[in-house]
């Protein structure tokens, strides 16, 4: 991992995650290799929204079938699974840097792996609004519209940038702390989903 002080360069963060969404798309974007292993975490848990994003475009198509809904609905618990595991792991990673925070700093109660993670959503809007703007099909008033969504989103993601960068700062001179917040998901855990382990479940009304 790199020296605590470099550690987290949130706006390096959303290009990483720009360019891989682009060179996820398309294969002949640029796509600077991982910086160190924390780079390459921030790649990983970036891929896992990006492939969420897809099988949920596909969990929404009117013309598949039922049969093909069911696997795309248990591949998106798994990619949730993953998602979150890795945002837990960039947490602990942050910990490690950040592991003698004095008890008596304010807590943070979004965690910087949370962030990130949010950053890693708003690169894939940022992509998709784009592609909107110029889609041929479409018309001047789609454009629009989405050009104009595209400058909320922009300005969400370095609001965002700018948070992030900001509350590791103060996490590093010990005027602010996190802790990792364990998402203990139930739904793909078969002792704890009730289809899982067989309770019958209860009918709405």
Same mark, same amino acid.
């Given at each position: 991992?790199?020296?605590?002080?470099t550690m987290i360069?949130?706006?390096?963060?959303a290009l990483l995650?720009?360019?891989?969404?682009?060179?996820?798309?398309?294969?002949?974007?640029?796509?600077?290799a991982p910086r160190?292993?924390?780079?390459?975490?921030?790649?990983?848990?970036?891929?896992?929204?990006?492939?969420?994003?897809?099988?949920?475009?596909?969990?929404?198509?009117?013309?598949?079938?039922?049969?093909?809904?069911?696997?795309?609905?248990?591949?998106?618990?798994? !990619?949730?699974?993953? /998602? *979150? $595991? #890795?945002?837990?792991?960039?947490?602990?990673?942050?910990? %490690? +840097?950040?592991?003698?925070?004095?008890?008596?700093?304010?807590?943070?109660?979004?965690?910087?792996?949370?962030?990130?993670?949010?950053?890693?959503?708003?690169?894939?809007?940022?992509?998709?609004?784009?592609?909107?703007?110029?889609?041929?099909?479409?018309?001047?008033?789609?454009?629009?519209?989405?050009?104009?969504?595209?400058?909320? !989103?922009?300005?969400? /993601? *370095? $609001? #965002?940038?700018?948070?992030?960068?900001?509350?590791?700062? %103060? +996490?590093?001179?010990?005027?602010?702390?996190?802790?990792?917040?364990?998402?203990?998901?139930?739904?793909?855990?078969?002792?704890?989903?009730?289809?899982?382990?067989?309770?019958?479940?209860?009918?709405?009304?």
């Amino acid at each position: 991992m790199r020296e605590a002080t470099t550690m987290i360069d949130a706006f390096h963060i959303a290009l990483l995650q720009d360019q891989a969404t682009a060179h996820w798309h398309d294969s002949s974007a640029a796509l600077q290799a991982p910086r160190d292993a924390f780079d390459k975490l921030i790649l990983e848990q970036h891929r896992a929204n990006f492939d969420l994003w897809h099988r949920e475009d596909a969990a929404r198509d009117p013309m598949a079938a039922d049969q093909a809904i069911a696997a795309v609905k248990r591949a998106i618990d798994k !990619l949730n699974q993953r /998602r *979150n $595991d #890795l945002v837990e792991r960039i947490d602990l990673a942050l910990l %490690e +840097v950040a592991s003698q925070q004095p008890v008596e700093a304010p807590l943070h109660s979004e965690t910087p792996g949370l962030m990130i993670d949010r950053l890693s959503i708003l690169a894939l809007k940022v992509f998709h609004t784009e592609e909107e703007t110029r889609r041929e099909d479409a018309s001047v008033e789609h454009h629009q519209r989405n050009r104009e969504r595209l400058t909320l !989103l922009t300005e969400q /993601r *370095n $609001d #965002l940038s700018a948070c992030l960068a900001e509350l590791w700062t %103060e +996490v590093l001179a010990g005027k602010r702390r996190f802790k990792l917040y364990r998402q203990l998901k139930m739904y793909n855990d078969p002792a704890l989903n009730p289809v899982l382990y067989g309770k019958p479940t209860v009918e709405s009304g």
